[in-house]
């Protein structure tokens, strides 16, 4: 591998790629200096942007339900069909809105889970998943939308089946894009999975106050209908696109995998940046074998300590506490005194949603290790002013609320928000998205994301029961979680900011310091001693190639390749 990384870490308008022993990659295998264009690689293409914009109404498939759930469970209709408790007045007990609200991460956790094996069939890959995910979530919004009084587990199947797609769409949406975009924006373009997640929480908030006056089941199951859109804009949409770049190449089709790169990078297929990529797909792959299991992945080189530093960061994404918020906000601001706790929502998803956008900009600029510890010190701090307040400031002497105290709550409610919006939300699919080599990608995906439902369903089943016990002191359960997130990432995740997802699997490889690899880049001895084991297996695969055609082609073909400029590399299908 050669020595990108400097280049890597550029703004992105530009790639030199030189690598340190000033030899163009690919000399050993006929190809001269200057046989390949070295023009400037645009910073995103239209290609690219659309695709991170399709793919993303995933993550708003996500995020509406989220939001929309939180809204229902204070809707008068919604209680009336089923709801367990009606005297004195109605409202659900902690187990039955727990069910209603957590099955769906229970769906999802499976959902996770199967996606793997699913998206690694040579026959269906990571494109066709989506679009079958997708009808799934259809089947499952059906389901909710046919429930009737008072048939309340018929909303809570239906949000298990909705919440198996959801799960499937968490691993692939992220993987989709990771293994698309070109390294100088890929945080970024994962990162715009969370951005739609907000958009979808807010747009269920606005649809919420819309319909919660309605007094019929039009009230909840008008917004439920919604929610078709965005599933069927991706299905189709996602039809659109290639299969990404990476499937392609590890499933012998070479020529795709190298046209997809040339499309989403913007470049030529003879450019060095395409080259680089091919050559290092092709060094990776040599290293692998051909079959993997969803259980072997913990047996790969360095991938029990990558599995666990994901599982942990992905359920820290959730311990942080933002969907106690996203879930239960509703309820938590109705019962401080606020008069319509549908607009407090509101205010909360709309932070949500513009705080996102300075992550997207961060997550390159500052890199992942900076923005997820300094954002997890700012949950900490907001989760510790915001409990203290609700335990000791809120009650006035006779049990009523003290509204001037609910609104600061709200304040730092919001402030939470945006360090969560800002940096946790967005950065933690960017890096489980990033540490996995390609054999092993969609299974530690698929294990990371699991966790990630786990935690999810936690929070959802068992936050009713323990504010009820506790109240608002569960706000510093959230802030020793920050705390904990914090120490995490700094003393265990590597860097991956402007690196190509081969140079990410080879830092975890060599056993990179952490507090180390910002900056790292490959020593001289390797970098030439890579460069040598290259040229002379390029040299033996052109002489195979070169007997290859005269055999079956003749010396037209192999005049043919001499003339322009190839030895075959990457022509055809991976013998």
């Keep these: 591998m050669d020595n990108r990384t400097s280049s890597l870490s550029d703004s992105g308008t530009a790639f030199e790629n030189v690598p340190m022993d000033n030899k163009p990659r690919g000399a050993g295998a006929g190809i ?9 690689v645009p910073f995103m293409t239209a290609r690219t942007f659309f695709m991170c914009i399709l793919v993303s109404m995933g993550g708003i498939c996500f995020g509406y339900d989220t939001g929309q759930i939180s809204g229902f469970l204070e809707m008068e209709n919604f209680l009336y069909n089923f709801a367990d408790q009606r005297e004195p007045t109605l409202a659900f007990t902690w187990r039955r809105s727990g069910l209603i609200v957590g099955m769906l991460s229970i769906g999802t956790l499976f959902g996770a889970l199967i996606s793997a094996p699913i998206a690694n069939h040579p026959k269906i890959g990571r494109r066709l998943s989506i679009f079958g995910w997708c009808m799934i979530f259809i089947v499952g919004n059906i389901i909710q939308i046919a429930a009737e009084y008072p048939k309340w587990y018929e909303m809570m199947v239906g949000r298990i089946v909705a919440g198996l797609a959801i799960g499937g769409l968490s691993v692939l949406v992220p993987m989709y894009q990771g293994e698309s975009s070109p390294a100088h924006i890929r945080g970024a373009i994962v990162c715009c999975y969370q951005l739609f997640i907000t958009i979808g929480i807010l747009l269920a908030n606005l649809i919420n106050f819309g319909t ?75 290293e692998e074998d ?23 960061i992905q359920a820290f994404q959730q311990l942080t506490g933002a969907n106690y918020f996203f879930y239960y906000g509703t309820t938590i601001f109705s019962s401080i005194g606020i008069d319509n706790s549908f607009i407090t929502q509101i205010i909360l998803g709309s932070v ?53 105290i609910g609104y600061v709550m709200i304040v730092f409610a919001s402030l939470f928000i945006a360090a969560f919006a800002s940096t946790w939300g967005p950065m933690a699919w960017a890096c ?30 068992f936050t009713p029961l323990i504010t009820d016990q506790i109240d608002f002191a569960y706000g510093y359960v959230f802030a020793g979680c920050n705390l904990c997130a914090a120490l995490l990432i ?36 390797i970098v030439a001693a890579n460069a040598a084991a290259r040229e002379q297996g390029q040299r033996d695969r052109g002489l195979r190639e070169r007997k290859h055609n005269l055999a079956n082609g003749g010396e037209k073909n192999e ?17």
Aim: positive net charge; hydrophobic residues 40%.
């Design 432 to 461: 489980v998205a990033e540490m996995y080599p390609g054999k092993y990608r969609s299974q530690g995906i698929a294990f990371c994301s699991a966790s990630n439902w786990f935690f999810n369903f936690y929070l959802a089943f």
């Design 490 to 525: 700094y003393f265990f995740l590597i860097e991956s900011n402007g690196k190509s997802l081969e140079e990410i699997d080879t830092m975890y490889l060599m056993h990179v310091p952490p507090r180390k690899s910002t900056g790292w880049n490959l020593p001289e001895d």
């Design 212 to 286: 919660e006056s309605i007094s019929n089941t039009g009230s909840w199951r008008i917004p439920i209908g919604i929610s078709f859109a965005w599933a069927l804009i991706l299905a189709f949409g996602i039809l659109l696109f290639p299969e990404t770049p990476r499937f392609d190449f590890r499933n012998g089709n070479i020529d795709k995998a190298r046209k997809n790169i040339a499309k989403f990078h913007g470049v030529s297929e003879n450019h060095r940046v395409v080259r680089d990529m091919m050559l290092d797909l092709e060094e990776k792959l040599a």
């Design 290 to 312: 051909t079959k993997t299991g969803i259980l072997e992945v913990f047996k790969g080189k360095r991938m029990m300590y990558r599995i666990l530093l994901g599982v942990g």
């Design 352 to 404: 949500n949603v513009v705080c996102t956008f300075p992550g997207l900009y961060m997550v390159e600029k500052f890199g992942r290790r900076k923005c997820l510890t300094i954002g997890a010190l700012w949950m900490c701090m907001c989760f510790l002013v915001f409990a203290s307040l609700g335990n000791f400031k809120l009650y006035n002497a006779d049990g009523s609320s003290n509204q001037t």
């Design 559 to 575: 005049v043919e390749n001499a003339g322009n400029g190839s030895t075959g590399l990457f022509e055809g299908n991976r013998a």
């Design 32 to 40: 001269e200096k200057g046989a390949y264009d070295d023009s400037k």
